[in-house]
């Protein structure tokens, strides 16, 4: 079993930055595990940001976060983040982390593990 625990999300103006947290715990090869992050806004379908190979060699994004976003993570730490830079409105909802053992992928479906999100919110 495997525990995801976010933070870092807050309120904070269009163009602003925030960095998001998600610890894993619970396995001893969490660090083995590749991690995602996705974002549900209110009424709609949760959907994929940002992944990440468990080494960290591979990672990925959703078109509208790229140059952006970047996803990166302390294995030594068994933590993933998410820097989000000239953020906009539309990036509000609340961000959930997610980890799998296998490789780093954007199918929500695949994810094993799921933290309890933290939302963001960009005011205009």
């Known amino acids: 079993q495997v525990q995801l625990v976010e933070s870092g999300g807050g309120l904070v103006q269009a163009g602003g930055s925030l960095r998001l947290s998600c610890a894993a715990s619970?396995?001893?090869?969490?660090?083995?595990?590749?991690m995602g992050w996705f974002r549900q806004a209110p009424g709609k379908e949760r959907k994929f940001v940002a992944a990440i190979h468990w080494s960290g060699g591979s990672t990925y994004y959703e078109d509208s976060v790229k140059g952006r976003f970047t996803i990166s993570r302390d294995n030594a730490k068994n933590t993933v983040y998410l820097q989000m830079n000239s953020l906009k409105p539309e990036d509000t909802a609340v961000y959930y982390c997610a980890a799998r053992s296998g490789r780093a992928t954007g199918w929500i479906v695949e994810y094993d593990y799921w933290g309890q999100g933290t939302q963001v919110t960009v005011s205009s």
């Open positions: 619970g396995r001893t090869f969490v660090s083995t595990y590749a």
